[in-house]
């Protein structure tokens, strides 16, 4: 079965502290994995993507993810939390050769404090 | 060029009104998706196809009736609207499945609000 956990659905960071934003999965293949964000108001964007190969990847506005396979884990992190990045972001799971299946987290909301 | 444009942004409407939101994509993708985004953002699965065949169907009222009549386009007609249909309503569109992998693209939603 697959899933996905996104642990803490609302977290609160000072602006220029690191974010830390988790997500845990469950798949029965190797898993293809996918951050999204969604700013307020707007649709969603992709931050980064997780196929093949190196497991530490680098996305847009400074974020990146690790894929960590013994902790069926892919938290997404910032080193250095800016105002603009409050918004909703989305861990998301696609099982590769399996059709056009995709497995949402319930989001995490992400404050930024001055 | 916006890859996936959906209209209306906005929309409000009466209790037992019927109305459509239309879905284009400029990607050539071959797939293409509605997602019912709820007020805890939760997003849920309603529709997917593929070129032009429905593959995935999930649990919604039979209020809710897609229609593709390209690839590049997924429009969603909603009967006798009720309160609860108020939501965010997104298309989304992808590749079709491959051993790659594939990215599903956003539009950026149509707020509906039933009064």
């Known amino acids: 079965a697959q899933s996905v956990t996104q642990l803490g659905s609302h977290v609160s960071v000072s602006e220029g502290a690191l974010v830390l934003l988790r997500c845990n999965y469950s798949?029965?293949?190797?898993?293809?994995l996918f951050w999204y964000v969604q700013y307020p108001n707007q649709g969603l964007q992709l931050l980064l993507k997780?196929?093949?190969?190196?497991?530490l990847v680098k996305g847009i506005n400074g974020f990146e993810a690790e894929f960590k396979k013994s902790e069926t884990s892919f938290h997404l992190t910032k080193p250095s939390a800016h105002m603009s990045d409050a918004a909703e972001y989305f861990c998301?799971?696609?099982?590769?050769?399996?059709?056009?299946?995709?497995?949402f987290g319930t989001g995490t909301s992400l404050t930024v404090i001055p | 060029d916006t890859a996936v444009s959906q209209t209306p942004k906005y929309l409000v409407t009466q209790m037992g009104n019927d109305k459509s939101i239309k879905c284009e994509q400029n990607l050539g993708h071959d797939t293409m998706y509605w997602y019912k985004q709820d007020s805890k953002k939760f997003l849920k699965i309603m529709f997917s196809?593929?070129?032009?065949?429905?593959?995935i169907n999930e649990t919604v009222p039979n209020r809710f009736s897609p229609k593709s009549p390209d690839k590049a386009h997924l429009n969603l007609h909603i009967n006798s609207l009720e309160l609860g249909d108020s939501a965010v309503y997104f298309c989304?569109?992808?590749?079709?499945?491959?051993?790659?992998?594939?990215?599903?693209?956003f539009g950026e939603g149509s707020w509906l609000t039933v009064v």
């Open positions: 997780y196929t093949t190969g190196a497991t």
């Open positions: 989304a569109s992808s590749r079709r499945a491959s051993s790659s992998g594939n990215t599903i693209y």
């Open positions: 798949s029965s293949v190797p898993p293809y």
């Open positions: 998301v799971l696609h099982p590769p050769n399996t059709g056009n299946q995709f497995y």
């Open positions: 196809y593929n070129n032009k065949e429905l593959i």
